[in-house]
């Protein structure tokens, strides 16, 4: 396999091709990729052949002729694979959180259709908004009928294309922060172990697999309430959950294979959450495409209190040193901070009591962002210290 040829060394990990988006021009006009290697910023310039001999290296079972963005996710898989190392070979599906909700009384098996939901993307950070789009998507299908057993956040690989994207480790970490207080939701980290990107049917298909491997060894989850006896041993239904700017994105062949889309919409369905400006009406209208097609397995919610948080705009707050509070989860935004991510390092804590730092005793400082104290022992950047009886 060539190697890729480092071209010229850059300051920082961002470049045209990484932020101009999805657009299949911008990543054509330059086969430019940025990724950091060892630590250090590095440009690679690939020949669309060296680009798609990556692409084979890779090992994907995917595409024979890949779109540049299949390449572009090899290569960072490449840059990922020099820093990462292998993945592990097994990574469980947690299971613990798992439950159905039987009527007093049993149930029967005609009215029984478990399900379980999968909203995957980049949670870079999580927010409230990604939790309570899982919250009202589990309402929703338990309205038309399922039974709604748990939910799965799948944070994408670090070779997804998205630019800024925070290592794949700490995103895993931030929405288990996230999830710690939930009762039905859970993280599943086998996309981020992978060494390439997975499309999204896989990432359902391998929920499915561990979840049908489970049922069919006997093992069902526990029910809500003990007194209704066991759950059945139906295997759920597993079913994607997304925004709407994902669900407009599905007519984009150049994102979504379509014949993988058609499985997907077939064989799961999906729970759209509507996104402010988003027409899903029109987009499932329009005749001859797949989203109308399977029109009857997609299920669109409208929250009922809009709101436009977003990861990206919880990032700009960061970055300018404002206050990110109630946006997602204290423990999030603490991780955040102590880990010195999305530019954060630079807004060093003020301390307010200094500890004993021989015996490790704690020493809180206020966060200024937060307006919280944490312990400085936990954070990555030290505070500024001034000691407050002297100063
Ligand atoms: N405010 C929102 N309303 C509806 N859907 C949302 C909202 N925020 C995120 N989503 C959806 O959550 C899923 C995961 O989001 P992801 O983290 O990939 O993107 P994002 O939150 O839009 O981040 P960014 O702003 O960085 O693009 C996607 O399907 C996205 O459409
Ligand atoms: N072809 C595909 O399977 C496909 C295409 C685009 C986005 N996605 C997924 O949608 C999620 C959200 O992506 P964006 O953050 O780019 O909107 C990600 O988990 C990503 O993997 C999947």
Redesign the pocket.
Known sequence: MPLPIICRHMATASSSAAAGGRSRASLAAALLLVGSAGGAGVALCLSPHEAAVLQGAGGTSEPKEPDLWDRWASVKAFLGSWRRGPPPSEVPLPVDKLKCHLQPGGYSLERYHPAVLVL???FNPPTFMHLRMLELAQQALAKSGFDVLGCYMSP?NDA?W?AALAGGRHRVRMCQLATADSDSIMVDSWEVEQRQYT???FVLQRVERELGALFSAGTTPAPAEPAAGACPPTPPRVVLV?GA??LH?MADPT???QD?LETLLRNHGVVCISRTGSDTARLLDKPGTLLNTYRRNVTVVEEPVPNEISSSRVRHELERGHSVRYLLPDAVARYIYSHGLYNTAQQRPRLLHLGDQKRRSPIYVMDPTLGILVDAWDLATPPIMHDPCCD
Request: net charge positive.
């Open positions: 995957c993307g980049s994408v997804y998205k499309r999204t049917l997304c700017d994902v994105s994102l979504w294979r993988l």
